[in-house]
């Protein structure tokens, strides 16, 4: 893992010298970092008749991370419930797609790739070090999902309120693919009052709080207003998050 970590370093340092760098780079992505879709699954998308009028600006992009890794081969991806039994707080997360260059037309059969960290800061897929030290979770697939947009242009997703690693806070990786083409890589962010909250209860509280926020997180710090997530719930119910993505499409 620390061998996947230097050499994504070492990529996002060419041209780039001088800049300090965490986990992830501060830099934007222009939409079209990683992959695209295959024939599970396959997405055919079409911008539909519905509009929504609450703004129409395009989400910022942001780096994929040291931790994407392409499960669309894989039908069982194709799933609302994420958690593979991953304990942590219930998160409900709504996404609604729509087209930034058509007057926020919903998408329809966008095809929306989530990942996240689990409770202790761990991804699967990874042979990764944390706070409990180096985990292997090679094979494993908690915490990833895929889904295709419905006629209202949104995917729901069921997991739990992702935890934290050292030099970034609380975030949830999206990727969006039209007719099977990435156009958009980003970020979610959670309100920070929020976060401190949820790492105080019981099944956080041993990771303790993170001192990273969204206004010095190196990905955020510019942007994290346009991709903070609306959400309600509390600690013993568990949380539902949504956020409208406006995709360049």
């Known amino acids: 893992m620390e061998q996947t970590r230097a050499r994504f370093l070492k990529s996002l340092l060419i041209g780039a010298t001088a800049v300090p760098i965490l986990v992830e780079s501060c830099s934007k992505s222009n939409g079209s970092s990683s992959g695209s879709a295959t024939a599970s699954g396959a997405d055919s998308t079409s ?35 994420i958690t593979e039994g991953k304990t942590g707080i219930p998160l409900s997360l709504t996404l609604t797609i729509v087209n930034s260059n058509k007057s926020c037309a919903l998408l329809t059969g966008a095809r929306v790739d989530i990942w996240h960290c689990d409770k202790d800061g761990y991804y699967s897929e990874f042979n990764e070090p944390g706070y409990l030290g180096t985990v292997n979770n090679t094979g494993k697939t908690f915490l990833r999902g ?10 729901k997703f069921t997991t739990i309120y992702p935890g934290w690693y050292s030099g970034r806070v609380t975030h949830i990786h999206v990727e969006i693919f039209v007719n099977s083409v990435l156009k958009l890589t980003t970020q979610l962010a959670f309100p920070d009052a929020l976060n401190t909250t949820v790492y105080k209860t019981s099944l956080y509280s041993a990771h303790g709080q993170n001192s990273t926020t969204n206004t010095n997180d190196q990905v955020f710090s510019d942007s994290y207003t346009s991709e903070l997530v609306t959400i309600t719930g509390d600690t013993t119910s568990g949380y539902a998050a949504t956020f409208k993505i406006g995709v360049p499409a």
């Open 146 to 155: 895929i889904q295709l947009t419905d006629t209202n242009g949104q995917v």
């Open 47 to 81: 911008t539909g008749a519905g509009t929504d009028t609450s703004g129409c600006a395009a989400t910022p992009g942001e780096t994929a991370g040291p931790y994407p890794y392409d499960l669309s081969s894989n039908s069982a991806i194709f799933r609302t419930d």
